[in-house]
């Protein structure tokens, strides 16, 4: 079973004190969150810790999804810029979002926001496979604007396109799926976290409602090889959401 942290939790530090305390837990992977503070990132910091590492793509500011062709595209060249940065340093995974409809756009053009997105996650995916980088697209939680809320159909546009779905436990559940009802052959990695269902929270594991043990033995009896990476707001939730994955899972 491969545990990772997300730099999320650190996100207003300096990338190194992040890293130091998730490799001084013990924990292997670190999926780096690609953007300001860190749309910069030293190779030779990355190099000098013994961790192995995904890429969370840029999210804040960019849109694959923009009706405007100098947003999508430039939205475009930053996520390329994220593979470029996994190939060099032989990352698992790249998790990318499939855009955003605002309001305008949500209430007259959806299909073309439907139609943008699938043009950019099928030119994503090609960039990456020709990189040897796996590229996976992530299921969002039920916010105003935001695109492929539904598992079915993401899993569905990805199996259409030969790529992989990144599944965010926690976005599933406010969503409204039940842990039973998330898991797709096209998951690949994991984001992991808790909540209510009434907020993304990104909780502690085991800190909200989620039945985490019912989706994750799921996928360890589907002999899921991705990486489980915990997505969580603080320090002190790496820590108890990992105490949380030791007690439940053979880790």
């Known amino acids: 079973m491969k545990i990772g942290a997300s730099s999320l939790a650190g996100i207003e530090y300096p990338l190194e004190n992040t890293l130091e305390f998730i490799e001084n837990l013990g924990i292997e992977y670190v999926e780096l969150v690609h953007q300001y503070p860190s749309?910069?990132?030293?190779?030779?910091?990355?190099?000098?810790?013994?961790?192995?590492?995904?890429?969370?793509?840029?999210?804040m500011d960019v849109n694959i999804a923009a009706l405007q062709d100098k947003s999508?595209?430039?939205?475009?060249?930053?996520?390329?810029?994220?593979?470029?940065?996994?190939?060099?340093?032989?990352?698992?995974?790249?998790?990318?979002?499939?855009?955003?409809?605002?309001?305008?756009?949500?209430?007259?053009?959806?299909?073309?926001?439907?139609?943008?997105?699938?043009?950019?996650i099928k030119e994503l995916g090609e960039y990456g496979k020709e990189l040897g980088v796996l590229t996976t697209i992530e299921n969002m939680p039920t916010f105003d604007g935001m695109i492929y809320q539904n598992l079915q159909d993401l899993h569905e546009l990805l199996v259409s396109l030969d790529?992989?779905?990144?599944?965010?436990?926690?976005?599933?559940?406010?969503?409204?799926?039940?842990?039973?009802?998330?898991?797709f052959d096209s998951i690949k990695h994991i984001h992991c976290h808790d909540n209510f269902g009434d907020d993304d929270s990104h909780l502690a594991l085991g800190e909200g409602s989620i039945e985490l043990n019912t989706i994750?033995?799921?996928?360890?009896?589907?002999?899921?090889?991705?990486?489980?990476?915990?997505?969580?707001?603080?320090?002190?939730s790496i820590k108890k959401s990992y105490e949380y994955m030791k007690k439940n899972f053979k880790i």
Do not use: C, W
């Not at 190779?43 to 840029?58: G, Q, T």
């Not at 810029?81 to 979002?97: F, Q, R």
């Not at 002999?223 to 997505?231: A, H, K, Q, R």
């Open 72 to 120: 999508r595209l430039n939205s475009i060249e930053q996520i390329k810029n994220s593979i470029d940065l996994a190939n060099k340093i032989n990352a698992e995974a790249v998790v990318i979002h499939p855009g955003l409809a605002p309001f305008l756009a949500n209430k007259y053009f959806i299909d073309k926001v439907y139609q943008y997105s699938n043009e950019s």
């Open 216 to 236: 994750i033995n799921t996928l360890e009896k589907k002999n899921f090889d991705g990486i489980y990476i915990i997505e969580v707001n603080d320090y002190d």
């Open 163 to 183: 790529m992989s779905m990144t599944l965010d436990i926690g976005h599933a559940n406010h969503a409204g799926y039940f842990s039973e009802a998330m898991y």
């Open 39 to 59: 749309q910069n990132i030293d190779v030779d910091v990355l190099e000098s810790y013994n961790l192995k590492y995904s890429i969370h793509s840029p999210f």
